[in-house]
């Protein structure tokens, strides 16, 4: 499966749902999404349909409604989303990127906690 797929805000909320549960009808997903997004069926049909070009979605129509399932995995998507962040807003550097948060006081301890865990991963594994 592809994963470097760029996906819009509006479209990371419908890849969420399919991740979540699949298939779906773009009826289940308007009907999902309305009272957070105030979208109606035209709408999600034509984020689908672009989604369906970029390959992030397929659909089928097995009986009278066409069902959609997702194309990339969750993970994937994520890691790529990521690191075009990283360098897009912080060129590339990850110490930036902590440094901006923890300046931000946006860590909590436990963040701290689990990122020492995730460092020390990291070192372990870059000395194999």
């Not at 298939?23 to 984020?47: I, N, Y």
């Not at 931000?104 to 870059?126: C, F, G, N, T, W």
Request: proline residues 2%.
């Amino acid at each position: 499966m592809a994963n470097s797929i760029n996906l819009s805000d509006g479209e990371w909320k419908l890849m969420n749902l399919l991740w979540e549960e699949s298939p779906r009808t773009v009826s289940q997903m308007t009907e999902e999404l309305r009272e957070d997004t105030g979208w109606d069926k035209a709408t999600v049909l034509v984020m689908l349909r672009r989604m369906e070009k970029k390959g992030a979605v397929r659909v089928e129509q097995p009986g009278r409604c066409k069902q959609y399932y997702p194309c990339v995995e969750r993970e994937g998507a994520a890691a790529a989303e990521t690191v075009d962040f990283l360098h897009r807003v912080y060129g590339g550097s990850i110490g930036l990127l902590v440094s901006s948060m923890a300046t931000q006081r946006a860590l909590s301890k436990k963040e701290i906690d689990e990122l020492y865990e995730i460092l020390e991963k990291a070192e372990r594994e870059a000395e194999k």
